[in-house]
């Protein structure tokens, strides 16, 4: 299985950024796709997550109403829209598959089954 992100890059406050991650290779960790993010000096954290068969969406209270994540099924892409940035969106996202996708496990990293290269996102 390999995930590739695309979409980071740097944007001033309030501004917006779509993240791309195409996912390629049949396995059975792919029900939950999602994304994290590191900043420096911090733990990697979760993001958001999408169950590949429902569509459902889980989002950390930080991104709510401001983040959406989306699924293109036919060409195996995880998108994730960002808007009214701030500068402590600044991170590294990284883009997973999980076979675990509910209200708690999207998140745990340790049940993640891959992970992306990362693509940078600075705010200023």
């Known amino acids: 299985v390999q995930l590739v992100e695309s979409g980071g890059g740097s944007v001033q406050a309030g501004g917006s950024l779509r993240l791309s991650c195409v996912v390629s290779g049949y396995s059975s960790h792919s029900h939950c796709m999602g994304w994290f993010r590191q900043a420096p000096g911090k733990e990697r954290e979760g993001v958001a997550a999408i169950y590949l068969g429902t569509g459902h969406t889980y989002y950390d209270d930080s991104v709510k109403g401001r983040f959406t994540i989306s699924q293109d099924r036919a060409n195996n892409t995880v998108y994730l829209r960002m808007n009214s940035l701030k500068p402590e969106d600044t991170a590294m996202y990284y883009c997973?598959?999980?076979?675990?996708?509910?209200?708690?496990?999207?998140?745990?990293?340790?049940?993640?089954?891959?992970w992306g290269q990362g693509t940078q996102v600075t705010v200023s």
């Open positions: 997973m598959t999980s076979t675990y996708c509910n209200s708690v496990n999207w998140r745990v990293e340790s049940l993640v089954g891959y």
